[in-house]
């Protein structure tokens, strides 16, 4: 059975949050400035958001690991 795509897009935006929440810290931590962090996680959290859409999708067609 395959995913719906609204589906992949709820998974997309909530990784995204999470995965976004951990860039933002990351930078934070190397840089020490939350302005330059706040920077790279606004920039990522939107290429990153398509990405991982059709990394889904392309998944959701694939038969490999399916029964």
Known sequence: MKD???RSIGKSISWRVLATCDT???SYL???S???AASIGS???LTKMFLYYFHERVWNGLAFGRN
């Open 4 to 6: 719906k795509k609204s």
């Open 24 to 26: 933002v810290l990351i």
């Open 43 to 45: 920039i990522e959290v």
């Open 30 to 32: 190397i840089t020490g």
């Open 34 to 36: 939350f302005a330059i």
